[in-house]
């Protein structure tokens, strides 16, 4: 397609009319748009043009329009792909890698073809190819060799199995990081820009005073007051905003300022991206991660720190803010802020100090903000357990979570009435959430640990039926779990009609963490069905299972063997009772993982007239993002098998979800907008650095969806 269209000028000749500006702005730049600048002469400069000067895009939007040409580069030519290069003849991948890299260099050829997946004007890359190891074409070979499905995708592959268990294939990729969901996101985002040149957009500084009363005048404080009232709602400890305001401004110690900076940062999130806000966030993200760093390395013995620090490990569980960029070459997890949290708890001996409230207080101790904060710092210290391949409740759990039942029982329902006055809605509800996580938390990991015994016991006890324990397991748990739900909903009704609708962004995370929980559940006792056939001296065991193990090691090896797809395959297609169970409680697993994706793909409506619900959003993603890549490990081992018999019905071919995540992706990228694109931070380090989470995994689901469609 032609840059220009001919016209007919006053001579006669054909006159070239440009379809698009000769100079962008920095934006418009980023976001890969048509600038339409009232006058392309303007002279080049880092400070915001006036609002006649100004494009059009900026100008309605009410964003900085900036035209500096200071680092602008000559362009150069991009080097083809060496198609050459010597493939080695064992990768499977090879040619599919190949046909991938040649395939996007065809759609990058024309700009009539619009890539697909590619959303233009969007200015975001949906062209990543990251699930090279789910693919239907791919020949599932089944026998006692080598296997010939092996993943090169480093979140797809396991570290090698123990020499112990050296029948077990140690090439075959296994699936560790299922249901471990942002262990998982955070591997995924690394595959899929290992190889891109992405600089992190964290702005290394020096720490200066902060001017908080120039920074947020009064009228930007009231608006800030609805955000602090819905962030309550996850963080009940808090106390007003006008104290935190009064005491953290006139602080100089870096807790109180990444105190502060993370309140109003957070409660910036639902305000619509007009320009004094976006500037607000601009600058305070670069702040909170040096404030943070800070906090980190010299750990300063408070509660305030405490405070900041489960803010932070809420809203920034993979060590950025939501909306900043960063190198998602090497995002992980951030168990660092967790473990600070454990080290300073156990300084300030906030184990004693709870139990010393607890025994003088009786139930006024809802009303303690220090104890509360107990509450918090122990869900979240048994949240990220949910994360290891093997999770353990902490110390604390068994006593905050039996507290945390009485608050939900029948007999406590008079506090609840009572706080409305005294406490507000906001309050309640973020009293209701802390304790409904710590009850259903410890749950989660008891059914987990009861899992993990039924293959213990049909290791030690070949006469043990191990598959009507764990389908028991299964029910009991679903049994435990509705209990958990009636007790709270029963107390949501009470709140729910003096709330204002504050409790809207805490229900939309409820339920897709609720359903998570569901997930992990059945994740792990699915392994745990699989691991029944593999247990030797079982007498569910299959034939070619060795029997010279020695007892203390059977459950090991069964467990081992339950994780190679090799091993799975060939269980899947045979008649057997645990199987059976698998392709029952696997469906189950797959409708829940569609309700959760589904969650994420509504959050946009739900939003109202604010720009976006305030509530973990990391967390959430990370949640949608393990579920699609349950359902497409579903799809794709049940194209193999049909496809192998022959048979290969049409659900598979246009797969029903296919739709709820295209609605996913689409809202990852309405929330990017949010951030337009990091706009002041584009005046401080030039365009195109770094991507944020949501961009990065709305890139993974476009992903998805290609490879699927």
Request: hydrophobic share 40%; glycine share 6%; with cysteine.
């Given at each position: 397609?032609?840059?220009?269209?001919?016209?007919?000028?006053?001579?006669?000749?054909?006159?070239?009319?440009?379809?698009?500006?000769?100079?962008?702005?920095?934006?418009?730049?980023?976001?890969?748009?048509?600038?339409?600048?009232?006058?392309?002469?303007?002279?080049?400069?880092?400070?915001?043009?006036?609002?006649?000067?100004?494009?059009?895009?900026?100008?309605?939007?009410?964003?900085?329009?900036?035209?500096?040409?200071?680092?602008?580069?000559?362009?150069?030519?991009?080097?083809?792909?060496?198609?050459?290069?010597?493939?080695?003849?064992?990768?499977?991948?090879?040619?599919?890698?190949?046909?991938?890299?040649?395939?996007?260099?065809?759609?990058?050829?024309?700009?009539?073809?619009?890539?697909?997946?590619?959303?233009?004007?969007?200015?975001?890359?949906?062209s990543l190819e990251v699930m090279q190891t789910i693919h239907p074409e791919l020949e599932y070979k089944y026998g006692d060799g080598e296997p010939a499905l092996y993943s090169s995708d480093p979140f797809l592959r396991s570290s090698p199995l123990s020499a112990t268990f050296a029948n077990i294939p140690a090439a075959a990729s296994d699936i560790t990081l299922r249901s471990r969901p942002l262990e998982l996101a955070c591997a995924m985002i690394r595959t899929a820009y290992s190889k891109m040149m992405v600089k992190d957009g964290r702005l290394a500084m020096t720490l200066e005073k902060i001017d908080w009363l120039k920074l947020v005048d009064s009228s930007m404080l009231d608006r800030l007051e609805?955000?602090?009232?819905?962030?309550?709602?996850?963080?009940?400890?808090?106390?007003?905003?006008?104290?935190?305001?009064?005491?953290?401004?006139?602080?100089?110690?870096?807790?109180?300022?990444?105190?502060?900076?993370?309140?109003?940062?957070?409660?910036?999130?639902?305000?619509?991206?007009?320009?004094?806000?976006?500037?607000?966030?601009?600058?305070?993200?670069?702040?909170?991660?040096?404030?943070?760093?800070?906090?980190?390395?010299?750990?300063?013995?408070?509660?305030?720190?405490?405070?900041?620090?489960?803010?932070?490990?809420?809203?920034?569980?993979?060590?950025?803010?939501?909306?900043?960029?960063?190198?998602?070459?090497?995002?992980?997890?951030?168990?660092?802020?967790?473990?600070?949290?454990?080290?300073?708890?156990?300084?300030?001996?906030?184990?004693?100090?709870?139990?010393?409230?607890?025994?003088?207080?009786?139930?006024?101790?809802?009303?303690?903000?220090?104890?509360?904060?107990?509450?918090?710092?122990?869900?979240?210290?048994?949240?990220?357990?949910?994360?290891?391949?093997?999770?353990?409740?902490?110390?604390?759990?068994?006593?905050?979570?039996?507290?945390?039942?009485?608050?939900?029982?029948?007999?406590?329902?008079?506090?609840?009435?009572?706080?409305?006055?005294?406490?507000?809605?906001?309050?309640?509800?973020?009293?209701?959430?802390?304790?409904?996580?710590?009850?259903?938390?410890?749950?989660?990991?008891?059914?987990?640990?009861?899992?993990?015994?039924?293959?213990?016991?049909?290791?030690?006890?070949?006469?043990?039926?191990?598959?009507?324990?764990?389908?028991?397991?299964?029910?009991?748990?679903?049994?435990?779990?509705?209990?958990?739900?009636?007790?709270?909903?029963?107390?949501?009704?009470?709140?729910?009609?003096?709330?204002?609708?504050?409790?809207?962004?805490?229900?939309?995370?409820?339920?897709?963490?609720?359903?998570?929980?569901?997930?992990?559940?059945?994740?792990?006792?699915?392994?745990?069905?699989?691991?029944?056939?593999?247990?030797?001296?079982?007498?569910?065991?299959?034939?070619?299972?060795?029997?010279?193990?020695?007892?203390?090691?059977?459950?090991?090896?069964?467990?081992?063997?339950?994780?190679?797809?090799?091993?799975?395959?060939?269980?899947?297609?045979?008649?057997?009772?645990?199987?059976?169970?698998?392709?029952?409680?696997?469906?189950?697993?797959?409708?829940?993982?569609?309700?959760?994706?589904?969650?994420?793909?509504?959050?946009?409506?739900?939003?109202?007239?604010?720009?976006?619900?305030?509530?973990?959003?990391?967390?959430?993603?990370?949640?949608?993002?393990?579920?699609?890549?349950?359902?497409?490990?579903?799809?794709?081992?049940?194209?193999?098998?049909?496809?192998?018999?022959?048979?290969?019905?049409?659900?598979?071919?246009?797969?029903?979800?296919?739709?709820?995540?295209?609605?996913?992706?689409?809202?990852?990228?309405?929330?990017?907008?949010?951030?337009?694109?990091?706009?002041?931070?584009?005046?401080?380090?030039?365009?195109?650095?770094?991507?944020?989470?949501?961009?990065?995994?709305?890139?993974?689901?476009?992903?998805?969806?290609?490879?699927?469609?």
């Amino acid at each position: 397609m032609s840059a220009q269209i001919h016209t007919q000028g006053t001579n006669g000749e054909p006159r070239a009319k440009r379809t698009h500006a000769r100079r962008s702005c920095e934006l418009c730049k980023i976001r890969k748009t048509r600038c339409e600048l009232p006058d392309i002469d303007i002279p080049s400069s880092s400070e915001p043009l006036g609002e006649d000067k100004a494009c059009h895009r900026c100008r309605v939007l009410a964003l900085p329009c900036v035209v500096d040409d200071a680092g602008r580069k000559p362009a150069k030519k991009r080097a083809r792909a060496d198609t050459d290069v010597e493939r080695d003849p064992n990768d499977p991948f090879a040619a599919l890698r190949a046909s991938q890299a040649s395939g996007s260099r065809a759609k990058g050829k024309g700009k009539g073809k619009a890539a697909a997946g590619k959303d233009n004007g969007e200015g975001i890359d949906h062209s990543l190819e990251v699930m090279q190891t789910i693919h239907p074409e791919l020949e599932y070979k089944y026998g006692d060799g080598e296997p010939a499905l092996y993943s090169s995708d480093p979140f797809l592959r396991s570290s090698p199995l123990s020499a112990t268990f050296a029948n077990i294939p140690a090439a075959a990729s296994d699936i560790t990081l299922r249901s471990r969901p942002l262990e998982l996101a955070c591997a995924m985002i690394r595959t899929a820009y290992s190889k891109m040149m992405v600089k992190d957009g964290r702005l290394a500084m020096t720490l200066e005073k902060i001017d908080w009363l120039k920074l947020v005048d009064s009228s930007m404080l009231d608006r800030l007051e609805h955000g602090f009232s819905r962030l309550r709602t996850f963080h009940a400890y808090l106390e007003s905003f006008q104290t935190i305001w009064d005491r953290c401004t006139a602080s100089p110690l870096c807790e109180d300022q990444l105190l502060l900076c993370m309140i109003i940062y957070l409660s910036s999130l639902p305000l619509a991206p007009e320009l004094p806000v976006t500037k607000l966030r601009a600058y305070l993200r670069p702040r909170i991660t040096c404030f943070r760093d800070r906090v980190l390395l010299h750990t300063p013995i408070s509660f305030t720190t405490l405070q900041a620090l489960e803010l932070v490990s809420v809203h920034a569980p993979l060590g950025v803010v939501p909306l900043q960029l960063t190198d998602p070459r090497i995002v992980t997890v951030a168990r660092g802020q967790i473990a600070a949290l454990r080290f300073i708890s156990s300084q300030v001996k906030f184990a004693t100090f709870f139990q010393a409230i607890a025994e003088r207080e009786g139930d006024n101790l809802w009303n303690q903000p220090d104890c509360l904060l107990y509450f918090y710092t122990t869900a979240l210290d048994a949240g990220m357990a949910l994360e290891d391949e093997a999770p353990h409740a902490p110390a604390a759990l068994a006593e905050v979570r039996e507290l945390a039942a009485q608050y939900l029982g029948e007999s406590r329902e008079y506090l609840w009435r009572n706080g409305q006055e005294s406490i507000g809605a906001a309050g309640l509800v973020g009293r209701l959430g802390v304790f409904d996580r710590l009850c259903r938390l410890g749950e989660v990991i008891d059914s987990l640990d009861r899992l993990r015994k039924t293959i213990d016991t049909a290791a030690m006890d070949g006469e043990f039926n191990a598959v009507d324990a764990i389908s028991d397991e299964f029910t009991l748990f679903a049994q435990k779990m509705d209990k958990c739900d009636q007790r709270h909903e029963a107390i949501l009704a009470i709140i729910t009609p003096f709330s204002g609708n504050l409790e809207r962004g805490y229900v939309i995370h409820r339920s897709m963490r609720r359903r998570f929980e569901h997930i992990k559940v059945l994740s792990h006792g699915m392994l745990c069905l699989i691991a029944t056939s593999y247990v030797p001296g079982s007498r569910l065991a299959l034939p070619s299972v060795p029997s010279d193990i020695p007892p203390l090691q059977r459950a090991s090896y069964a467990m081992a063997r339950a994780v190679v797809p090799v091993d799975i395959m060939p269980l899947l297609q045979n008649n057997s009772l645990a199987t059976m169970v698998i392709w029952q409680y696997g469906t189950h697993r797959g409708e829940i993982s569609q309700q959760v994706i589904a969650t994420l793909g509504d959050l946009q409506s739900h939003a109202g007239t604010e720009a976006v619900e305030l509530l973990p959003i990391h967390e959430c993603i990370a949640y949608a993002l393990d579920s699609s890549k349950i359902l497409m490990e579903i799809w794709a081992g049940s194209h193999a098998m049909h496809k192998k018999s022959g048979n290969l019905p049409d659900s598979l071919l246009s797969p029903a979800w296919i739709h709820t995540l295209k609605r996913a992706g689409r809202t990852l990228r309405l929330f990017g907008f949010l951030s337009p694109p990091e706009a002041m931070g584009a005046l401080e380090r030039g365009p195109g650095q770094g991507e944020t989470i949501a961009n990065a995994c709305s890139n993974i689901l476009g992903s998805m969806v290609r490879l699927t469609e």
